[in-house]
């Protein structure tokens, strides 16, 4: 019933600027949070970036200042627009939905999109 579309994800040059989808359906009105996370191989699940069911944004230090998060409602998308994007930003990125706001806690999310996929060359 809960679905999430992590779209967007791409190839990209160091110093450039790469906007992420994720679509959301089947969620309650003004239920849950929606955050971004990442994920390499071998690696614990980042988060970076959470908007609430208030529309307040949260950002990890990793990415405040290059990474915004927005939301539109009509479309019931969730953007993630990165800025100034470097090698160490490869991974796979995904959205999820949150009871609560948060950018520590994985756990704490019910339902995960597939992933997108982000390269970034040197």
């Known amino acids: 019933e809960v679905q999430l579309q992590a779209s967007g994800g791409g190839l990209v040059q160091t110093g450039g600027s790469l906007r992420l989808s994720c679509a959301v359906s089947?969620?309650?009105?003004?239920?849950?949070?929606i955050g971004w996370f990442r994920q390499v191989p071998g690696k614990e699940r980042e988060g970076l970036s959470c908007?609430?069911?208030?529309?307040?944004?949260h950002y990890s230090d990793t990415v405040k200042g290059r990474f915004a998060v927005s939301e539109d409602n009509a479309k019931s998308t969730v953007y993630l627009q990165m800025n100034s994007l470097k090698p160490e930003d490869t991974a796979v990125y995904y959205c999820?939905?949150?009871?609560?706001?948060?950018?520590?806690?994985?756990?704490?999310?019910?339902?995960w999109g597939q992933g997108t996929l982000v390269t970034v060359s040197s």
């Open positions: 999820g939905a949150a009871l609560f706001c948060s950018t520590t806690s994985p756990e704490g999310y019910d339902y």
């Open positions: 908007i609430g069911v208030s529309g307040a944004t």
């Open positions: 089947g969620i309650g009105t003004g239920h849950y949070a």
